[in-house]
């Protein structure tokens, strides 16, 4: 989850990413009402259409990265599938890890990061094959991907200015109301800032990416991956999602269903669940999370725990938010939060929450910004959601495309020219596919009503996480409903849930598992956001015998 008008906390951990406390991870699939997804896509051979035949026919031209290891190559597929031929693309970085031991080489391991929003070039080209096991790299190229919209890709989504346009668009738009937002707004005021804040923040993305936010969906990331696959010259699939990239799997399981050869899905999402249903899940998640750090921050950050009992610590912490509240917390003047006057509740609770994912390296940092913020300086605490992004490039066009073109533009009734990547979108392509993939309300009165039941199950965490929904209330819906997954044919899919995962909470977990025919469930008892790479010698054996070996988890297999 995330509050979409504000920076997004750009944690690159050793795996995967997901959201943090506002909008909720987004499952994919088409659906032709509550119950079901459409399965009519799936019968058909995509690859058959003539319209489609020049990105099908695709193969990639593979060259040095930038980062010694690695190739990279581009795939370029249609903006639209409905109309593949009107001349407006997208362009994919791909890159790949060769086999370890290429003279057993089964084939390519694709996989996706997590987000939305996740660069897979850029995660890839920062070690992320290292989370795969010694099995796993030996017998597969590890391959990854930039969705459509997101990092590299051209066109990519953002929802804010360049450099040249901020200052026209700041003196000609009206103000947002200023004030201090409560993680749980009561009054009408407060309500009224909110739904203002959020519709300012959607239409900035409208402004900016207008041609874009129809067509960055995971049913069509979905289709990309089918394109990718032909590309790689593979007869199916052998994929591995953590976090969102379990909603990408779930999608292309259902459109493809007998392209599957092997699929390993971490830190699963869960399709059944409305967007209400999203937030309380994965809100009441992060309150565990929480409650998990206060009662083992002994045990994992030692001394450095900001009190020196779980209660304390509770307490240290829910004081930070309320006195959020009532104003900033001060920070240094080279602090990016300087220039918002300091920390107020929600940055507070985005950065608390974030440090959730990896125990092992952020609950010692976390601890320390803690105490400091607790004493009257936040800038550690600030510091922890903060990444360099990487410099922007130039994306020349692709090579060997036959029929398909590159559009410049990434709003079709602008004429503005896109001509650079945006230097960080992880934020944009987020609530992007979020607000697109899972239907909201329109009727503000749903938000407000989900307000007490969030609490309930969540407090705080709840209250922000119905409240930053809000931006999706005037976006663009992509036509869907929650549903079962619609999967007919697939070979069993591995599922692996974390018993303390805070941001994909292990009910979602044994949900999918059990939507999946033929479904299988390996059980991580630990704390953390997903498993694979980072759960220990258990868990690598158990998905590697999978993947490689196709070797079936056996029910109730724990680690």
């Not at 599938?81 to 370890?100: H, Q, S």
């Not at 990408?248 to 390993?264: Q, W």
């Amino acid at each position: 989850m995330n509050h979409p008008v504000r920076r997004r906390p750009a944690l690159v951990t050793a795996l995967a990413l997901t959201c943090s406390v506002a909008l909720t991870s987004c499952t994919a699939g088409p659906a032709t009402g509550p119950g079901r997804a459409a399965a009519s896509h799936a019968s058909a051979d995509p690859a058959s259409r003539p319209d489609l035949k020049a990105f099908y026919g695709q193969r990639l031209r593979w060259t040095d990265c930038d980062t010694e290891g690695y190739v990279c190559a581009r795939l370029t597929v249609p903006r639209d599938y409905d109309d593949p031929g009107n001349g407006k693309t997208f362009v994919l970085p791909v890159a790949r890890a060769e086999a370890g031991k290429p003279d057993r080489r089964i084939g390519s391991l694709v996989y996706n990061p997590g987000g939305p929003g996740a660069a897979g070039v850029q995660s890839l080209e920062e070690g992320m094959d290292e989370a795969f096991g010694r099995a796993a790299r030996d017998r597969f190229d590890i391959v990854a991907f930039d969705p459509r919209g997101v990092g590299a890709s051209v066109p990519a989504l953002t929802c804010t200015a360049r450099e040249d346009e901020a200052e026209e668009e700041e003196a000609s738009e009206p103000p947002v109301p200023e004030g201090v937002a409560p993680l749980h707004p009561r009054t009408e005021e407060e309500r009224a800032a909110a739904a203002e804040g959020a519709r300012s923040a959607t239409e900035d993305c409208e402004r900016h990416s207008g041609g874009l936010l129809r067509h960055v969906g995971t049913q069509d990331a979905a289709r990309d991956l089918d394109v990718l696959r032909a590309a790689l010259g593979e007869r199916e699939l052998t994929y591995l999602g953590w976090s969102y990239g379990t909603s990408l799997g779930t999608a292309y399981a259902e459109l493809f269903p007998r392209r599957v050869r092997a699929m390993v899905l971490d830190g699963a999402i869960d399709p059944s669940l409305d967007w209400s249903q999203r937030v309380l899940s994965q809100s009441a998640g992060f309150r565990r999370s929480v409650d998990d750090y206060a009662d083992h921050c002994a045990e994992i950050a030692g001394d450095s725990c900001p009190a020196d009992s779980p209660d304390a610590i509770r307490a240290l912490i829910d004081g930070l938010y309320t006195r959020a509240e009532r104003e900033p917390l001060p920070v240094s003047e080279d602090s990016s939060y300087a220039e918002y006057g300091g920390m107020d509740a929600t940055a507070v609770l985005d950065a608390v929450s974030m440090a959730m994912y990896t125990p092992e390296d952020q609950w010692g940092p976390l601890s320390r910004a803690l105490a400091a913020a607790d004493e009257g300086d936040a800038t550690e605490l600030g510091a922890l959601d903060e990444e360099e992004p990487a410099p922007a490039e130039e994306d020349p066009a692709p090579e060997d495309t036959a029929d398909v073109t590159e559009e410049d533009s990434g709003d079709e009734d602008s004429g503005a020219t896109e001509d650079l990547t945006p230097d960080d979108n992880e934020g944009a392509a987020l609530t992007a596919v979020n607000c697109l993939d899972v239907p909201h309300p329109r009727d503000l009165d749903a938000y407000w009503d989900a307000l007490p039941r969030a609490e309930k199950a969540a407090g705080v965490y709840g209250t922000a996480g119905v409240t930053a929904e809000l931006t999706c209330r005037g976006w663009p819906s992509g036509g869907r409903a929650p549903h079962r997954v619609d999967a007919d044919g697939v070979v069993p899919v591995l599922v692996v849930g974390t018993t303390g995962d805070p941001s994909t909470p292990y009910e979602e977990a044994v949900s999918l598992a059990d939507q999946f025919p033929g479904g299988m469930l390996l059980t991580y008892e630990g704390m953390g956001h997903t498993a694979y790479g980072r759960g220990g010698v258990c868990v690598t054996e158990k998905v590697d015998a999978y993947l490689v070996g196709l070797k079936p988890v056996r029910p109730g297999a724990t680690c």
